[in-house]
């Protein structure tokens, strides 16, 4: 399965992006998806995944009520709708895919795109 990331940008505090990952070669509907970031310095941390039935969402805490995780198994595609962006969310994010079942453990995912930078001024 190949990952590839888009959407990401500059954007002022308060703003908004939406990020995009398109799949290829395997069956998309079959993966759990999961969105995670990286800030300079620091560990990749979760933010939220998808089951591949698209019926179960999970969040990390601080991103809570301001990012939502969808999928369309249509299009091979998987997004992060992010607002009321926050300097701290300043971070390279990743998509991956894995068997099923998301998770919040990065460990767990068998596949990642490149990553796409989100930089959020203040």
């Known amino acids: 399965v190949q990952l590839v990331e888009s959407g990401g940008g500059l954007v002022q505090a308060g703003g908004s992006l939406r990020l995009s990952c398109a799949a290829s070669?395997?069956?998309?509907?079959?993966?759990?998806m999961g969105w995670f970031r990286q800030a300079p310095g620091k560990e990749r941390e979760f933010v939220a995944s998808?089951?591949?039935?698209?019926?179960?969402?999970v969040y990390a805490d601080s991103v809570k009520g301001r990012f939502t995780i969808s999928r369309d198994n249509a299009e091979n595609t998987a997004y992060l709708q992010m607002i009321s962006l926050k300097p701290e969310d300043t971070a390279v994010y990743y998509c991956?895919?894995?068997?099923?079942?998301?998770?919040?453990?990065?460990?767990?995912?068998?596949?990642w795109g490149q990553g796409t930078q989100v930089t959020v001024s203040s």
């Open positions: 991956a895919a894995r068997w099923r079942d998301a998770t919040a453990r990065k460990n767990d995912y068998d596949y």
């Open positions: 070669g395997g069956t998309f509907r079959s993966y759990a």
């Open positions: 998808i089951s591949a039935s698209n019926t179960i969402t």
